[in-house]
């Protein structure tokens, strides 16, 4: 099989390219998987420099998100040959085959394309246990997201809009408000630049945001514990920004408000149960069309380094796509 793998971890992306690898087999507790897409989430990219929290071996077959139909399953996996899945592992997905643990798949939701399905997984997973699990999202809450126009960053607005927040969507790049404005309408939005605790302000008439979704970091993170309402929560998502912030504690502590580290992944991982809830929590709002993944571009497995390279110079406003099959 074609399959993208990263055999030396390098700056930039030398150390990545296509490669004919052997089909892989089915492991024990695991479901072959024919891989129809696959998204990149901001990980792959890291994961290519050895700068991701988990640091695979070299090789490795990069991607950790993918939608496609079952090849092979164990009677009590609760797959069987032909159903159409959604998620991954942490590696493996850029292949037209994977062999994936079964408690890493879901079914694809009814009424969305494999495009759609592999766009959405991580991002949503990763917004709803944000915003919904652990800070307990109510409609009418001020919610702050940065870094919208990201995978990570466009699931959050939509999501806390389907759940009838007021969204403020924040980007670090002017001409990308537009964009975002056009996919999910958010209430507002505001260039993620200085002070922009003033327009916070401004925009909610003094009261603050219930919720701070922050995956950017470093100078947005502290600008970020200014626009935190008394009693809300600034969600650490992650670092694209590259410098992972420090705060004076006493800075929670006077305006009352919690600082909420996010692992979506291993939430899931340590919390079966409480996974699955939250995955079919997103399988019932996607089926009734109540949200749906915003996609920046699809292409071939081969069009690989210009998804990476879109990402890394943040090009993008929504997810970037491969096809695996094409
Ligand atoms: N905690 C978790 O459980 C979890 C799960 C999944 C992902 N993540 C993390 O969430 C983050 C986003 O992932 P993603 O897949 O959504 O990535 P993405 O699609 O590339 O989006 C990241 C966004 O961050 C902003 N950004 C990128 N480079 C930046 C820079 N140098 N300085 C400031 N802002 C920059 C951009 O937004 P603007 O241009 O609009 O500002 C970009 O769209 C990553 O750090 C990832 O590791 C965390």
């Not at 640091?55 to 991607?63: A, D, L, T």
């Not at 993918?66 to 996996?77: M, T």
């Not at 401004?202 to 947005?220: H, M, N, R, S, Y």
Request: charged share 20%.
């Amino acid at each position: 099989m074609r399959a993208l793998v990263v055999s030396q971890l390098a700056g930039g992306l030398s150390g990545v390219d296509l490669a004919e690898l052997p089909d892989p087999e089915r492991k024990v507790g695991e479901v072959l998987v024919r891989i129809h897409a696959a998204s990149l989430n901001f990980p792959d990219l890291l994961m290519t420099q050895g700068k991701y929290q988990f640091k695979p071996e070299v090789p490795f077959v990069s991607g950790m998100e993918l939608s496609g139909e079952v090849l092979e399953a164990e009677p009590n996996s609760g797959f069987t040959p032909g159903d159409h899945v959604i998620g991954g592992n942490k590696t493996g997905a850029f292949a037209e085959m994977a062999s994936i643990p079964d408690r890493g798949l879901s079914k694809l939701p009814k009424g969305l394309s494999f495009v759609e399905g592999a766009a959405m997984g991580a991002a949503y997973t990763t917004a709803y246990t944000g915003l919904i699990e652990l800070c307990g999202l109510q409609k009418g809450q001020w919610v702050l997201v940065h870094g919208a126009s990201g995978g990570v960053g466009l699931a959050a607005v939509d999501l806390a809009k389907a759940m009838g927040a007021k969204v403020i969507a924040a980007s670090g790049v002017e001409t990308k408000l537009a964009r975002i404005d056009a996919l999910y309408r958010p209430d507002a939005n505001i260039l993620a630049e200085g002070r922009f605790r003033e327009q916070v302000k401004e925009i909610t008439g003094g009261a603050l945001c219930d919720i701070v979704f922050d995956p950017v970091g470093g100078d947005i993170f502290d600008e970020s514990t200014r626009c935190v309402a008394f009693g809300g929560k600034l969600v650490v998502v992650g670092f694209t920004s590259g410098r992972i912030a420090e705060v004076a504690t006493n800075i929670p502590l006077i305006k009352g408000f919690s600082i909420v580290g996010l692992r979506a992944g291993e939430y899931a991982r340590r919390f079966p149960e409480r996974g699955k809830t939250i995955s079919q929590a997103i399988s019932k709002l996607a089926e009734a069309g109540r949200i749906t993944p915003a996609i920046d571009r699809i292409l071939p497995l081969s069009g690989w380094r210009e998804g990476f390279e879109a990402m890394a110079n943040r090009q993008l406003v929504g997810k970037v796509i491969f096809e695996t099959n094409k």
